[in-house]
């Protein structure tokens, strides 16, 4: 073995014993694994803190509460692989809910739900059509679509809270409340889609055109990749878990006030750059983005269980994002710090 270890970016070679890494080899291993690292620290400290915080309950009701924000974020993890963005998506999840609601008592269950699912993949047929084939910046068709789906829920509702008349009849509520073998359905909702979505990204021509598009479009669209059409599905695919997510809200309260949905956006985003997507495109998978949810959970839960009121986790998620972030491109770049100032 050599006595000395070339560190990348160096002059000559760098002095490092036999058995030691480099820094720059540190701080890739940091870049790649830092936020794991912090999670488990974390848990230990939560452990700590709390001895309930490793009860099994307690592990089953944050996997249960944090299944809408999950499902929403198997959707935007398509849309950020393929290099774009959806801001969009806390928005709709309060339309879809508040739809399905109205319906509920207008038509009843079974057509209010497939009804629901045609109007949302509409708004996400819309906003595919916009970034997908009129090639407009993402960030701003999603942050402009956010203010004009909440503007349309506000309309549809006539700005009023909506709740099912009978609560006690309904099967409705198999959704949110039910549970299979002592497993809630939310979590098999969640697990079923991410088994589902996950075999899709990674095994089938269609995840193959996503990250190609993300990755580099100009190649792609060379290579024949029809660039349009795959950030169009992506967007679809969005659209589709977030009908999914307002379908298990609606369930689980048979209620909903016409702004369930509004902050989750961001949420949804830690979730998915915490798993490993770059923002910048061609890189995530479904398997990771749900390590980030579960991390934005237990991380809230531990939070709560320390004393922390609940409005100390959105000072902790702009926390984790700008983290996430920062490891992001350090592992691009290769190391933590940038010599250019």
Same mark, same amino acid.
């Given at each position: 073995m050599a006595d000395f270890i070339k560190e990348p970016g160096a002059r000559g070679t760098s002095p490092a014993p036999a058995g030691r890494f480099s820094r720059a080899e540190i701080g890739a291993f940091l870049a790649r694994?830092?936020?794991?690292?912090?999670?488990?620290?974390?848990?230990?400290?939560?452990?700590?803190?709390?001895?309930?915080?490793?009860?099994?309950?307690?592990?089953?009701?944050?996997?249960?509460s944090s299944a809408i924000l999950g499902v929403m974020?198997?959707? /935007?993890?398509?849309? /950020?692989i393929s290099g774009n963005l959806d801001l969009s998506v806390g928005s709709m999840m309060s339309f879809s809910t508040i739809v399905v609601l109205d319906l509920h008592d207008k038509i009843g269950p079974a057509?209010?739900?497939?009804?629901?699912?045609?109007?949302?993949?509409?708004?996400?047929?819309?906003?595919?059509?916009?970034?997908?084939?009129?090639?407009?910046?993402?960030?701003?068709?999603?942050?402009?679509?956010?203010?004009?789906i909440h503007?349309?829920?506000?309309?549809?509702?006539?700005?009023?809270?909506?709740?099912?008349?009978?609560?006690?009849?309904?099967?409705?509520?198999?959704?949110?409340?039910?549970?299979?073998?002592?497993?809630?359905?939310?979590?098999?909702?969640?697990?079923?889609?991410?088994a589902a979505l996950g075999m899709v990204l990674a095994r089938t021509p269609f995840g193959r055109k996503v990250y190609a598009v993300g990755g580099n479009g100009v190649a792609a669209t060379f290579s024949g990749v029809r660039r349009a059409r795959t950030v169009f599905m992506c967007y679809l695919v969005s659209a589709f878990c977030?009908?999914?997510?307002?379908?298990?809200?609606?369930?689980?309260?048979l209620?909903?006030?016409?702004?369930?949905?509004?902050?989750m956006e961001l949420e949804v985003l830690a979730a998915v750059i915490l798993g490993g997507a770059s923002l910048l495109g061609g890189s995530g998978t479904i398997f990771k983005t749900v390590i980030g949810v579960l991390i934005l959970g237990f991380i809230q839960n531990g939070l709560l269980l320390v004393g922390l009121q609940f409005y100390a986790q959105y000072v902790v998620t702009w926390v984790i994002i700008i983290l996430a972030v920062w490891l992001d491109i350090a592992a691009k770049r290769g190391k933590l710090w940038s010599p250019i100032a």
């Open positions: 694994q830092g936020i794991l690292i912090a999670f488990i620290l974390f848990m230990i400290g939560f452990t700590i803190a709390n001895d309930r915080f490793l009860d099994p309950d307690n592990i089953l009701g944050v996997v249960r974020a198997l959707g /935007v993890t398509f849309v /950020v057509m209010a739900i497939p009804a629901m699912f045609a109007m949302t993949l509409c708004l996400g047929a819309f906003i595919g059509f916009l970034v997908g084939y009129l090639k407009l910046n993402s960030l701003i068709v999603t942050l402009g679509m956010l203010s004009a503007g349309l829920t506000l309309t549809y509702s006539g700005g009023k809270n909506m709740d099912i008349a009978d609560k006690e009849g309904t099967w409705f509520s198999v959704f949110g409340q039910g549970s299979i073998a002592g497993i809630p359905v939310p979590i098999l909702i969640f697990a079923l889609m991410a977030v009908a999914t997510a307002g379908l298990i809200q609606a369930s689980r309260s209620g909903s006030q016409n702004t369930v949905g509004q902050g």
